[in-house]
């Protein structure tokens, strides 16, 4: 059962800047932290949540959210396992707790974080 744990969350000012880290363990079968296609997700309340940021297992290719497109910048490091996303110029709506997913490639067996909370105030 592979496991994800999110930290970095916290209280930022408007414009400011947090980086959030993804920490996954628990890999079997022989699949590894390569294996997943990784992703962050965040929701705020009362809204569904909603894709940020994606990257592939090489990182030769990202995706962003329109909404954060040349603020936060995802990237993974496959020798510590762990996936980041830097968050800057922050804005009260990007507001919401941040969840962390992985998804195997060939099992497509998927995974999400307990999130962590993101707030920015005005």
């Known amino acids: 059962q592979v496991q994800l744990v999110e930290s970095g969350g916290g209280l930022v000012q408007f414009g400011g800047s947090l980086r959030l880290s993804c920490a996954a363990s628990?890999?079997?079968?022989?699949?590894?932290?390569?294996?997943?296609?990784m992703s962050w997700y965040r929701q705020a309340p009362g809204k569904e949540r909603e894709l940020v940021a994606a990257?592939?297992?090489?990182?030769?290719?990202?995706n962003y959210a329109d909404a954060v497109k040349g603020r936060f910048t995802i990237s993974r490091d496959n020798v510590e396992n762990t996936v980041y996303l830097q968050m800057n110029n922050l804005k009260p709506e990007d507001t919401a707790v941040y969840f962390c997913?992985?998804?195997?490639?060939?099992?497509?067996?998927?995974?999400w974080g307990q999130g962590t909370q993101v707030t920015v105030s005005s």
């Open positions: 997913y992985a998804i195997n490639y060939f099992t497509k067996s998927d995974y």
């Open positions: 990257i592939v297992s090489t990182s030769s290719t990202t």
């Open positions: 628990g890999f079997t079968s022989g699949f590894t932290f390569s294996s997943y296609a």
